[in-house]
């Protein structure tokens, strides 16, 4: 059985910070790509940041520069460091994860429950 926990949501005054972790657990033999999405009330879903098993990251325009994407290849953890955040930032985060089993199948778009990130004006 396979986990992807968010966690590190919350309320925060514009300006401020938040750090989000993932953690992806299970009968898993490689991990590729992980990333961070956001939904806001009423909006699609949008990706927010990805990262390669490289280490080749990429980010949406809305965030560059305020956002920082890592991931722990050891620990099969990916976390999000938000500086500078706006009320546009708010909205449900999630986690998602491409992997392979170790029975060879790949699941290459795994979603977690996601974590609520608010940010007050």
């Known amino acids: 059985q396979v986990r992807l926990v968010e966690s590190g949501g919350g309320l925060v005054q514009a300006g401020g910070s938040l750090r989000l972790s993932c953690a992806l657990s299970?009968?898993?033999?490689?991990?590729?790509?992980m990333g961070w999405s956001r939904q806001a009330p009423g909006k699609q879903r949008e990706l927010v940041a990805s990262?390669?098993?490289?280490?080749?990251?990429n980010y949406s325009d809305s965030v560059k520069g305020r956002f920082t994407i890592s991931r722990d290849n050891g620990k099969n953890t990916v976390a999000l460091q938000m500086n500078s955040l706006k009320p546009e930032d708010t909205g449900v985060y999630y986690c998602?994860?491409?992997?392979?089993?170790?029975?060879?199948?790949?699941?290459?778009?795994?979603w977690g429950q996601g974590t609520q990130v608010t940010v007050s004006s």
């Open positions: 998602n994860a491409d992997f392979q089993y170790y029975s060879g199948l790949r699941e290459y778009d795994y």
């Open positions: 299970g009968s898993i033999s490689s991990i590729y790509g």
């Open positions: 990262i390669s098993s490289e280490g080749t990251v």
